[in-house]
């Protein structure tokens, strides 16, 4: 194989490993915003259960 190849397989390799590419502002915080939204739904559960219970 020559040079050309190998470099045109690297390049797809990168490319694949990549994955789909998250937004600039959103990388830092995803985690953390998917932890408030989870705390904030199981709340918003935990307060309906106790509304309906009395």
């Given at each position: 194989m020559d040079l050309k190849t190998?470099?045109?397989i690297?390049?797809?390799r990168r490319?694949?490993?990549r994955g789909p590419a998250?937004?600039?502002w959103l990388k830092p915080y995803?985690?953390?915003f998917l932890a408030f939204l989870t705390i904030f739904i199981f709340g918003a559960i935990i307060?309906?259960?106790e509304?309906?219970?009395n």
């Open positions: 190998l470099n045109r690297d390049k797809l490319l694949k490993s998250t937004p600039k995803h985690m953390l307060k309906i259960l509304h309906n219970h």
